[in-house]
């Protein structure tokens, strides 16, 4: 495939909106994309040496995305007596006067030197507010960051982002997260279930530490807080906000849903397929379809008016059409690229996407 970009390339284009650079790339030419004053989001590999006047006067582009590359590390700017008449030798350098957002994928390393530099001349400062440094990062450069007055930055608790920005004296606020808390049988957690309130801390920090919590939930009757403890009272959805007391103004929401075990059917894990009409005309409300499941035949969960929920894991590859004939309140629970997914969204069936913790 293409690993070159070429100098004067897209010169002056006024198409892109959001521009996705491939990680394929590997070099880009002098001016590639310069003028291309539309371009208001671009995701790009941050060890793509852009140097050579790139993106100069892309005076649009609020957000840049950088993913890690091959080598998840930023180019060093070296520093010379002239440096603040070469800014726009770094990407972030030649949008200086527009960009507002960047955020650092998983994967990244290192800052490199002067890549976030944010000085255009005595009276002209950059413009960047947020930063989401992620939990793989172990180096900033010298003056990464330097003559940028108005940054937050956004990371993970007890991360090396977390500690830096403490040594420095800068703003830190952990990442905040919307995320579903499952049960041991699958997507829902059973009522009269437990689970201590510090798990769901660890499904957003990154960090091994202990964190004094507060919580609230949405719906007492579905879960409530006691001592630390979520307490599982009774089948339906609630949202669980709770918050670290070293960041107390940072909401973490998880969601939980809570099934009643008297109405849920939870396959075997032995299951390798569901045979034709295997549960039609059931009573059940939830079903959770086991992990290495591969086939669902035809009207497998039929003429059931009472189902509303039904957990197909990614192993599952062929779905009958007709599967849920007559099973009007079905929404399919599954992960994010599944069979399952592309499968609802075609018969226009309701879809919930686990998160995986």
């Not at 970009?5 to 990680?23: K, R």
């Not at 949008?95 to 530099?117: D, H, K, W």
């Not at 279930?193 to 990154?206: I, N």
Request: aromatic residues 10%; hydrophobic residues 35%.
């Amino acid at each position: 495939g293409m690993e070159s970009i070429p100098a004067y390339a897209f010169y002056g284009c006024t198409s892109f909106t959001d521009l996705v650079i491939s990680e394929n790339i590997k070099s880009m030419g002098s001016s590639a994309f310069y003028g291309c004053s539309n371009i208001c989001s671009l995701t790009i590999a941050a060890d793509l040496w852009c140097s050579n006047s790139q993106f100069t006067n892309c005076s649009r582009l609020k957000k840049i995305t950088y993913t890690p590359g091959e080598t998840g590390i930023f180019p060093d700017l070296v520093y010379n007596s002239n440096y603040s008449n070469s800014w726009d030798k770094t990407l972030a350098g030649q949008v200086l006067g527009s960009l507002e957002e960047v955020v650092l994928e998983e994967g990244i390393t290192r800052i490199g030197n002067y890549s976030f530099y944010g000085t255009l001349s005595s009276t002209q400062q950059g413009k960047l507010t947020t930063v989401t440094l992620p939990s793989t990062l172990e180096s900033i450069g010298t003056s990464a960051f330097a003559g940028q007055k108005n940054i937050t930055f956004y990371g993970y608790p007890g991360s090396f982002a977390d500690t830096w920005c403490k040594d420095n004296a800068l703003p830190f606020l952990p990442l905040p997260s919307e995320l579903s808390l499952t049960g041991p049988d699958g997507f829902f957690i059973m009522a009269g279930q437990t689970k201590a309130l510090s798990e769901l801390a660890s499904l957003y920090s990154k960090a091994d530490q202990d964190y004094s919590l507060t919580a609230e939930s949405s719906d007492t009757t579905v879960a409530e807080i006691e001592e630390s403890v979520l307490k599982i009272l009774g089948e339906g959805t609630a949202e669980i906000t709770f918050s670290v007391a070293e960041y107390p103004l940072v909401k973490h929401t998880v969601a939980i849903y809570a099934a009643d075990p008297a109405k849920t059917l939870s396959l075997p894990s032995i299951l390798t397929a569901i045979e034709e009409e295997a549960f039609s005309e059931g009573t059940f409300s939830y079903v959770i379809i086991p992990d290495g499941c591969t086939c669902i035949d035809s009207k497998a969960f039929a003429y059931n008016p009472n189902l509303l929920y039904v957990c197909i894991p990614e192993s599952v590859t062929e779905i009958a059409v007709d599967v849920f004939t007559d099973s009007p309140k079905i929404t399919i629970v599954t992960t994010k690229g599944s069979a399952a997914e592309d499968f609802g969204n075609a018969l226009q069936i309701p879809v919930v996407i686990e998160e995986r913790g």
